[in-house]
């Protein structure tokens, strides 16, 4: 069955970094494109990053830019979000997901983990 697991959520400080991972069961043209999302309180789930195939194409939102980071190990069947200078306002449900194509809407990936909950305190 097509599966997609975080892992590497937990609390951490302000200022402090995290890395969450995704392990993925789908086909390779299914996770052309690997991208994450989050949902904080009482908010809409938004676009955090994305990366193409061969990594050599990334997008982020406007709130991680220059924060966050990510990348794939395709020989892994894996995707990282290296998360750094983490403030309060990152705290959120974060899901990984996976599309055919690289996009940064949620409509485009087909697949979706269930989530990983990251919680930054002051």
């Known amino acids: 069955q097509v599966q997609l697991v975080e892992s590497g959520g937990g609390l951490v400080q302000a200022g402090g970094s995290l890395r969450l991972s995704c392990a993925a069961s789908?086909?390779?043209?299914?996770?052309?494109?690997m991208g994450w999302f989050r949902q904080a309180p009482g908010q809409e789930r938004e676009f955090v990053a994305t990366?193409?195939?061969?990594?050599?194409?990334?997008y982020y939102g406007d709130s991680v830019k220059g924060r966050f980071t990510i990348s794939r190990d395709n020989a892994k069947n894996t995707v990282y979000l290296q998360m750094t200078s983490l403030n309060p306002e990152d705290t959120a449900v974060y899901y990984c997901?996976?599309?055919?194509?690289?996009?940064?809407?949620?409509?485009?990936?087909?697949?979706w983990g269930q989530g990983t909950q990251v919680t930054v305190s002051s």
């Open positions: 997901a996976a599309s055919p194509m690289l996009a940064t809407t949620m409509a485009k990936y087909g697949y």
């Open positions: 789908v086909s390779p043209y299914s996770m052309s494109a």
């Open positions: 990366v193409n195939w061969s990594g050599s194409r990334t």
